[in-house]
């Protein structure tokens, strides 16, 4: 069976510094991915999605980035974090319906 | 641009009774739909989809059904129990099944 991980599950960092999230996937082959963010009180936003290695589409324009070095892993950074990065970040895999990670609690102090 | 729309913010319904929530859609390239629920500091499961070649799907107490001309999709659930409380999401499937696009949620409360 497919399963998806993802780390850290919080994570406080300060204003500037750099930021990495990984996120795996087990039991499937080439899938979508996604970052998605959810800041407080609002829906699900869509940061990013990938369809293949080294392939990335990025949805909104901001302080992150994304890559996808192997099939089936998944890394969102920035180089330096603002206070606005701070959210819930969400990684998901795909094959017509999405699956999601636990997330991650990010806060910028 | 929104292109998924959950209007109302929040429900609240009492137990054994109906819940209904509503989505709304702009984007006529739109070819699935999701509901999805939401636990605080979990990640969404998925709950129902449907195919915009039907017009309703069932799945126990779940409900979705779809109107195209509308533009409109709503889940029902039947009896709402306490356990359904959450943050339930509407998502639709565009650009060949490459992206799912999530509305803001409906935070729903059943009480007791």
């Known amino acids: 069976s497919q399963t998806i991980h993802q780390w850290p599950a919080t994570l406080v960092q300060p204003v500037g510094s750099p930021l990495s999230l990984e996120c795996t996937v087990e039991?499937?082959?080439?899938?979508?991915l996604y970052w998605y963010r959810q800041a407080a009180g609002r829906g699900l936003q869509l940061l990013f999605y990938?369809?293949?290695?080294?392939?990335i589409s990025s949805e909104v324009p901001q302080n992150l980035s994304a890559s996808r070095p192997q099939d089936r892993q998944f890394i969102l950074s920035s180089k330096k974090l603002l206070l606005s990065d701070s959210g819930f970040y969400l990684c998901?895999?795909?094959?017509?319906?999405?699956?999601f990670g636990q997330g991650t609690r990010l806060t910028v102090v | 641009d929104q292109q998924v729309k959950q209007n109302s913010p929040s429900l609240s319904v009492q137990e054994g009774r109906i819940s209904i929530l509503n989505c709304d859609y702009t984007?006529?390239?739109?070819?699935?739909f999701l509901w999805y629920k939401k636990y605080p500091a979990e990640g969404p499961t998925f709950l129902i989809s449907?195919?915009?070649?039907?017009d309703k799907n069932e799945d126990g107490r779940f409900t979705v059904f779809l109107n195209k001309s509308a533009k409109h999709l709503s889940l029902h659930i039947v009896p709402s129990q306490p356990g359904d409380s959450a943050v339930y999401f509407c998502?639709?499937?565009?650009?060949?099944?490459?992206?799912?696009?999530f509305g803001a949620g409906t935070i729903l409360r059943v009480k007791s």
């Open positions: 998901a895999w795909s094959s017509g319906k999405a699956f």
């Open positions: 039991g499937t082959s080439n899938p979508n």
């Open positions: 984007n006529s390239m739109f070819d699935y």
């Open positions: 990938s369809v293949g290695i080294g392939q």
């Open positions: 998502a639709a499937r565009s650009e060949y099944g490459n992206k799912l696009v």
């Open positions: 449907i195919s915009s070649i039907k």
